[in-house]
């Protein structure tokens, strides 16, 4: 790829273990688990080519385009928490990028709840420490690689990253 491409989200952090449980968790229970949000990019990047003949179920085991995440600052949990539009500016020298960041759901946290029951209840567990990201706010961004990146997210803070090209 020529560029970097990401995904501006928010990163909730779980702090206690959800084992898997046939019942499910509260959504109290859930939120209880939930001790520190912060700002984050998925990563994204398709590693098949249009000549590979690949199809969705080998781009799906391929966690379709999710390279990985990038967790930023911390943010207040009851920021991130109230967070459905984000204003977000994603800065590289004189190429600035404003968006009207909208989450794809009401709430940003509201599909952990869905998560966490639907894999719990089918026997996966949850461990402290892991990071669920719910969905991103604008889309893919494109950014050019080893360039200083400022991602602003209106309200919430803003931190610095470049991405360097192997």
Same mark, same amino acid.
């Given at each position: 790829?020529?560029?970097?491409?990401?995904?501006?989200?928010?990163?909730?952090?779980?702090?206690?273990?959800?084992?898997?449980?046939?019942? #499910?968790?509260?959504?109290?229970?859930? @939120?209880?688990?939930?001790?520190?949000?912060?700002?984050?990019?998925?990563?994204?990047?398709?590693?098949?080519?249009?000549?590979?003949?690949?199809?969705?179920?080998?781009?799906?085991?391929?966690?379709?385009?999710?390279? &990985?995440?990038?967790? &930023?600052?911390?943010?207040?949990?009851?920021?991130?928490?109230?967070?459905?539009?984000? @204003?977000?500016?994603?800065?590289?020298?004189?190429?600035?990028?404003?968006?009207? &960041?909208?989450?794809?759901?009401?709430?940003?946290?509201?599909?952990?709840?869905?998560?966490? @029951?639907?894999?719990?209840?089918? &026997?996966?567990?949850?461990?402290? #420490?892991?990071?669920?990201?719910?969905?991103?706010?604008?889309?893919?961004?494109?950014?050019?690689? @080893?360039?200083?990146?400022?991602?602003?997210?209106?309200?919430?803070?803003?931190?610095?990253?470049?991405?360097?090209?192997?």
């Amino acid at each position: 790829d020529k560029v970097v491409k990401v995904e501006p989200e928010i990163a909730f952090i779980l702090s206690k273990n959800l084992p898997a449980n046939p019942d #499910g968790y509260t959504e109290q229970q859930i @939120n209880d688990s939930i001790e520190q949000c912060h700002m984050a990019l998925e990563l994204i990047q398709i590693r098949f080519t249009e000549e590979s003949g690949a199809g969705f179920y080998e781009k799906l085991a391929d966690c379709l385009v999710n390279q &990985g995440l990038f967790i &930023g600052p911390a943010i207040e949990r009851a920021k991130a928490f109230d967070a459905s539009k984000i @204003n977000i500016t994603v800065s590289q020298e004189d190429n600035v990028q404003t968006f009207s &960041g909208k989450h794809p759901n009401d709430c940003s946290y509201s599909p952990i709840y869905w998560l966490i @029951n639907y894999m719990t209840k089918r &026997g996966v567990s949850f461990q402290a #420490g892991e990071a669920i990201i719910t969905g991103s706010y604008c889309g893919i961004v494109e950014i050019e690689f @080893n360039k200083r990146t400022t991602v602003n997210y209106e309200g919430l803070g803003e931190y610095q990253v470049i991405f360097k090209q192997k």
